[in-house]
């Protein structure tokens, strides 16, 4: 299957530092990527969308001032969480598109293996 | 907005037992997606459906896409200790430019040896 990485796995940092993390897709070209917030033991939330070469799509209560989506190349996408306090402690989670060719309807998501980020 | 109802929340059963889980919903999809979850881990993709009706095996996991498009169902045979984990269902409304996935809450599978 098709491979995505995250980068850091796990990130410890102090209330008031901004702290990036990466997504890639390894064996494919992603122009959508998307990235999720998961809290122990519920299901993942949908944070935004992120299009390359263009501005992300925030899903509705998601701050676009803190949390910077930058997808400068069809196979990265970075999530910066600015000025990270500690109830943004959570598990990130981005996951990468893979069209099947012309039919974009066949298309699927494949994930990263998260990123356990925690604020002192 | 699109909710799943996703079947039971959580199943302890023995190794060697057959699992079902189900997802159902209000709406329409047009893709239905099954990922499985191991603690610190990302979702694994197990099995993806993309026609109604469409039923898919993979290994001893075996997937339906419902008639109705509004309902899937996973089923694990002959279970075994690894398939301990959070299994996921999930919907996808569009592809293309729309095609953000609903998730379910998920399916908690303990197995006893």
């Known amino acids: 299957g098709a491979v995505v990485s995250q980068h850091p796995s796990r990130v410890i940092c102090k209330s008031g530092t901004s702290v990036k993390i990466e997504c890639r897709s390894l064996?494919?070209?992603?122009?959508?990527m998307f990235w999720y917030r998961q809290f122990p033991k519920k299901s993942l939330m949908l944070m935004a969308t992120?299009?390359?070469?263009?501005?992300?799509?925030?899903e509705q209560g998601v701050e676009k001032d803190k949390f910077l989506i930058n997808h400068a190349s069809l196979t990265l996408s970075t999530l910066t969480v600015t000025s990270a306090h500690p109830e943004d402690s959570s598990f990130y989670i981005c996951?990468?598109?893979?069209?099947?060719?012309?039919?974009?309807?066949?298309?699927?998501?494949?994930f990263g293996p998260g990123t356990r980020l925690t604020v002192l | 907005g699109q909710q799943l109802n996703q079947s039971p929340q959580s199943m302890f059963i023995q190794e060697g037992e057959d699992v079902s889980m189900n997802c159902t919903s209000s709406?329409?999809?047009?893709?239905w997606l099954w990922y499985k979850q191991d603690p610190g881990e990302g979702p694994v993709l197990l099995i993806a459906?993309?026609?109604?009706?469409e039923l898919t095996s993979n290994g001893r996991l075996t997937a339906q896409f419902g008639i109705t498009r509004k309902d899937s169902f996973l089923n694990i045979s002959a279970s075994i200790p690894s398939d301990v984990g959070i299994y996921f269902c999930?919907?996808?409304?569009?592809?293309?430019?729309?095609?953000?996935?609903?998730f379910g809450k998920g399916t908690k599978l303990s197995v006893k040896p």
């Open positions: 992120s299009n390359e070469g263009s501005k992300a799509t925030y």
């Open positions: 999930a919907g996808q409304l569009n592809g293309g430019s729309q095609g953000n996935l609903i």
């Open positions: 064996d494919f070209q992603a122009t959508t």
């Open positions: 459906l993309y026609k109604a009706g």
């Open positions: 709406s329409i999809f047009n893709t």
């Open positions: 996951s990468a598109r893979r069209l099947a060719g012309v039919l974009w309807d066949t298309d699927t998501q494949y």
